[in-house]
């Protein structure tokens, strides 16, 4: 059975976030807890298959949770559930470090229960989307991408715009950093 580590240091919401983990797949086992400390010795326990972690912990930051998630498991799928909307860098950051999605806590319910379903739906892509990704990864400038793969420039732009919008990334940065994370790409 998969397992999900949910931590918030915040004990309703943890639980809140776990209700509608079991709402999106009913047979996923679920992990709450509210420390980082706890979510390493819970993780080390129990190997999670996805983890959705608070940027605010009482004994220290999110992010180094994520960094010791991912050098245990380095394709986990982590989704950030966070009150602190990072700006741009500060969201590449997020990504390079294994996120798969950003979700803030103001957010609602509905675009929680999106983010999560992302998170726990695996992604598969086609061929041609992977070479896409290949090329988008070599910082590529879309006229070259566009050469390469024999696209007049409005198709190119059109490629680009669906991945990014399947992978649900707004820059290159992002899609190399989400690419990575979810093992699409070396």
Do not use: Y
């Given at each position: ?93 997020l990504f390079a470090l294994g ?14 229960l999106a983010a999560l379903r ?23 400038s879309s006229q070259d991408i ?41």
């Amino acid at each position: 059975m998969r397992h999900v580590l949910v931590v918030d240091d915040h004990r309703l919401m943890g639980e809140a976030v776990a209700a509608l983990v079991r709402e999106v797949e009913p047979a996923l086992r679920v992990s709450v807890t509210g420390s980082l400390q706890q979510a390493l010795a819970l993780a080390e326990r129990d190997a999670p298959d996805a983890a959705i972690v608070d940027l605010q912990l009482p004994d220290g930051r999110g992010e180094t949770l994520m960094q010791a998630l991912r050098r245990r498991r380095p394709a986990l799928p982590m989704l950030v559930f966070s009150a602190c909307e990072p700006d741009e860098a500060g969201l590449a950051r997020l990504f390079a470090l294994g996120a798969r999605r950003f979700c803030a806590k103001s957010a609602g319910h509905d675009a929680l229960l999106a983010a999560l379903r992302q998170l726990l739906a695996p992604v598969s892509l086609a061929a041609p989307q992977l070479e896409l990704l290949r090329l988008l990864c070599q910082d590529l400038s879309s006229q070259d991408i566009g050469r390469r793969l024999g696209l007049a420039p409005a198709a190119t732009r059109e490629r680009i715009d669906g991945l990014f919008r399947l992978l649900q990334v707004r820059s290159r940065s992002q899609i190399a950093a989400v690419a990575r994370a979810q093992g699409l790409i070396e």
